[in-house]
């Protein structure tokens, strides 16, 4: 079946190769923010050069939300920083805050100079909150009404306000936010339940009080884990003396939870965002400083093994079953450390279930080391016909699986007491570990029993 979606997105290729620019602009003008900015991303420099001078008219602001930090800048140099504040403007405090922050120091100067005084001083004060924190990524626009009100007259307030050009409504809001003289959050209704309800009817009597107040500064992944573990739509967001400054709804959520989610994969590999487009040169300065730390746990490794060189001498066989021994504790070790990770993540590994959840590991790896164990023994027995040989491969499997399960989740809980990211950091040093045990375990072995 065709991908009617994506259709116009090949047709603006057939326009742009043929030099139609004015029913390519026609076609870009049918697509959503997002598909423009994947274009852009897919085109070759020159290309997206004519893309951008295609866009540059009525420039849309959202697509700079969907683009790469990279381009983003790229982008931003090639418009009139006129239009471009006139574009983000338009959007909502929270998308231009998002948009804004990536930029680098002379961009976002050059925009909030353009920008009208209201949207700048909205935008600016939404910079002063630490990244990745609640009041970058709140909303400065929802409903707030006093506790006084009937439903009757939210109702005729917000008919009101629909139908004037200046009005602060918010395009899409679920929750009212009831609040008192001091204007601090007293609590809640649903459009649902004021839909539902009879003119005369007082929001305080049908408000929720049992709301999760969402202080400013408080850090993204938290802001996530409260959505997702109490089903948010939205929450307010309240400054230190719990006045309402703003509100934060799912959709806002649903990004946070994918920018984080990419950005630990990206993390444990050692890679950047930004990778796809960076100069070469840039991008090999960037990984270097990751394998060159890879280089030195290597040469840890081979510093063991180097302990063993007669060993290996005189049993040439003991050579070509080493990997097996490391390389099934780097895959149980990454299997638990996986799991401690995403535990960390979500609030699921503290310190007081720790030595549950790493015995727990502990136990999978001998299960799974023994098991294996008798597999691989086997298999080395039926190939170089050395009983011992295999008991040696089985014992170190025993051990290095253990020692897999037992560091795989120590290590992101430890890191993560250090208030380092267990993402980062943890795979390399697990690497290590199994490494180092695992050849130290079966080169030891094979000393004692076949020497």
């Known amino acids: 079946m065709q991908d009617t979606e994506r259709a116009p997105m090949h047709e603006i290729s057939d326009f742009l190769d043929a030099g139609d620019a004015k029913n390519a602009a026609a076609a870009l003008a049918e697509l959503h923010p997002s ?196 089903g948010l739509v939205s929450a307010p967001v309240v ?73 290996i001498a005189q049993v040439v066989a003991l050579a070509a079953l080493m990997p097996i021994v490391a390389s099934m504790g780097g895959n149980a070790g990454t299997q638990a450390l996986t799991v401690a990770v995403r535990a960390l993540a979500t609030k699921e590994l503290t310190t007081a279930n720790a030595a549950r959840v790493i015995g727990k590991e502990v136990l999978v790896g001998l299960l799974n080391g023994t098991a294996l164990a008798c597999i691989v023994g086997g298999i080395t027995f039926l190939w170089f016909g050395h009983s011992l040989i295999g008991l040696v491969i089985a014992g170190a499997m025993v051990i290095n699986l253990i020692c897999a399960g037992l560091f795989g989740g120590l290590i992101p809980f430890l890191l993560d007491r250090m208030k380092i990211d267990p993402a980062v950091a943890s795979g390399v040093f697990l690497t290590m570990v199994t490494d180092v045990v695992g050849f130290l375990s079966f080169l030891g072995l094979a000393t004692l029993i076949l020497l």
């Open 239 to 311: 400054d230190k003396g719990g006045r309402l400054v703003g509100v934060i709804t799912v959709d806002d959520v649903v990004d946070v939870i994918e920018e984080e989610a990419e950005a630990d994969l990206l993390a444990m590999g050692g890679v950047g965002e930004d990778d796809l487009y960076r100069a070469v040169l840039s991008t090999a300065r960037s990984r270097f400083r990751w394998l060159a730390f890879n280089v030195v746990t290597a040469l840890i490794s081979a510093t063991v093994i180097n302990q063993f060189t007669g060993t």
């Open 35 to 230: 598909d423009i900015a994947d274009l852009l991303e897919q085109a070759d420099e020159d290309r997206r050069e004519l893309l951008i001078a295609l866009l540059r008219p009525q420039f849309d602001a959202e697509i700079l939300a969907y683009l790469s930090i990279d381009l983003r800048d790229e982008v931003v140099e090639r418009l009139e920083p006129k239009a471009l504040a006139a574009a983000v403007a338009e959007l909502d405090t929270d998308d231009a805050v998002d948009v804004i922050q990536d930029l680098d120091e002379e961009a976002q100067k050059s925009i909030l100079s353009n920008l009208p005084p209201q949207a700048r001083a909205l935008v600016e004060e939404g910079l002063t909150y630490p990244e990745y924190s609640a009041g970058r990524l709140m909303g400065r626009q929802f409903v707030s009404v006093p506790e006084f009100w009937t439903v009757g007259g939210l109702l005729d307030y917000l008919r009101a306000a629909a139908t004037t050009d200046d009005s602060d409504l918010p395009e899409q809001f679920y929750d009212i936010f009831v609040v008192d003289p001091m204007h601090r959050v007293v609590g809640s209704v649903p459009l649902s339940r004021v839909l539902r309800a009879r003119r005369g009817v007082k929001l305080v009597d049908i408000l929720h009080e049992d709301i999760h107040r969402i202080a400013v500064t408080m850090d993204q992944e938290e802001v996530a884990r409260l959505f997702r573990n109490y």
